[in-house]
């Protein structure tokens, strides 16, 4: 019984900034990797971030520097900086989470936040 609910999209002109949140609630004891993945209209999604339980980072190369993933464990929460944002960022951004479960990993997903920047 665990749901993420991502937050902060919505609409900006190219060269602006958005901060993205991811939440995890429900039934919680710890998270292990958190990732922000996106889709683009009409395209397969893709990853652009990870970081670990203990704040490693990770980022797909299209970053280039303008975008920060962090997280706070005491909150369940994951954020998603981005700065010098691009048309081309456009998409629909979703929270992942892999949660431990029975000696393994369970994986789960948000419902998505959409993010449109504007030329």
């Known amino acids: 019984q665990v749901q993420l609910v991502e937050s902060g999209g919505g609409l900006v002109q190219a060269g602006g900034s958005l901060r993205l949140s991811c939440t995890a609630s429900?039934?919680?004891?710890?998270?292990?990797?958190m990732a922000w993945y996106r889709q683009p209209p009409g395209k397969q999604r893709e990853l652009v971030a990870v970081?670990?339980?203990?704040?490693?980072?990770t980022y797909a190369s299209f970053v280039k520097g303008r975008f920060t993933i962090t997280r706070d464990n005491a909150k369940n929460t994951m954020y998603l900086q981005m700065n010098s944002l691009k048309p081309e960022d456009t998409a629909v951004y979703y929270c992942?989470?892999?949660?431990?479960?029975?000696?393994?990993?369970?994986?789960?997903w948000g419902q998505g936040t959409q993010v449109t920047v504007s030329s």
């Open positions: 429900g039934t919680i004891f710890s998270i292990n990797n």
């Open positions: 992942n989470a892999n949660l431990p479960y029975a000696g393994s990993t369970e994986n789960y």
């Open positions: 970081i670990t339980r203990s704040g490693v980072p």
